[in-house]
């Protein structure tokens, strides 16, 4: 089925909504992250051409939202990571409008939840001594990269690194993740620099994102967005306010014609 981007933007931004009620409901802290920032700072509202919806939430509250939010949100959405359904491939939350379809035709194998979503990226404190953080950060780049594995068994072109990854059972793929994710969730809420599991994970300063509450307009609302926004987005985007080329104007990776759409 074919469905307009407008009605894709519309859907996510309905989850936008309520996941903003019910962390104002329960005092949970959240931030609009990577293309939602953007197009929050340059556009008020949606990138003309995105098609999801980012947020970052620090580890200790995202762990609280998947506590509260079923019986907060009803049915109608699923809050979601490999610990819900264990064949997602991914190291972050998503949540989805649960009769809804968004799904990439290579992956329809794949036996989770393909609703419509937004992407929810734990904020992780790491160490502070550098050794010890490139050390953790290299460890969840490993846990990523093999719990990822599940989407390259379906792609074209991989290499015998992959091959080999894909043949690792997924409880030891899950346990990987459970140690790195253990290993950052040691650390107080205090540290000097946090690691962000975004499309590009990296490490970054605690206060760009903590510090004195700052708001942007999005669409019809009015959103948290990290302290230091402008560096978030120089630091992720360089300069983010230049016009786009049209060849970069684009949403996911795949085009709207290579996913099956329903709403």
Request: some cysteine; overall charge neutral.
């Amino acid at each position: 089925m074919q469905v307009s981007l407008e009605s894709v933007q519309e859907v996510e931004y309905a989850v936008l909504c309520e996941l903003d009620r019910i962390c104002k409901k329960y005092g949970i802290p959240y931030y609009l992250g990577q293309g939602t920032l953007l197009g929050a700072a340059k556009y008020k509202g949606f990138i003309p051409w995105d098609d999801d919806v980012d947020v970052l939430i620090p580890y200790d509250a995202l762990k609280r939202l998947h506590e509260i939010f079923p019986n907060e949100a009803g049915s109608k959405y699923l809050l979601t990571n490999y610990k819900v359904e264990k064949y997602m491939p991914l190291s972050w939350s998503k949540i989805r409008v649960v009769d809804t379809l968004s799904r990439p035709k290579q992956y329809k194998d794949i036996p989770i939840n393909w609703g419509i979503c937004i992407d929810l990226f734990p904020i992780y404190p790491i160490s502070d001594l550098k050794l010890l953080r490139k050390a953790e950060e290299f460890l969840f780049r490993a846990a990523n990269k093999i719990i990822m594995a599940e989407w390259t068994k379906y792609e074209e072109g991989r290499g015998v690194f992959e091959r080999l990854l894909e043949k690792t059972p997924l409880a030891l793929r899950h346990a990987v993740m459970n140690v790195a994710v253990h290993l950052l969730g040691m650390h107080g809420n205090d540290s000097e620099y946090v690691l962000l599991p975004c499309k590009r994970i990296k490490v970054i300063k605690r206060d760009i994102i903590f510090g004195e509450p700052k708001t942007l307009p999005f669409e019809t609302g009015v959103f948290p967005v990290p302290t230091e926004y402008h560096t978030y987005l120089t630091v992720t985007y360089g300069d983010y306010m230049a016009p786009l080329p049209k060849s970069e104007q684009r949403g996911h990776d795949l085009k709207m014609g290579e996913i099956e759409w329903r709403i």
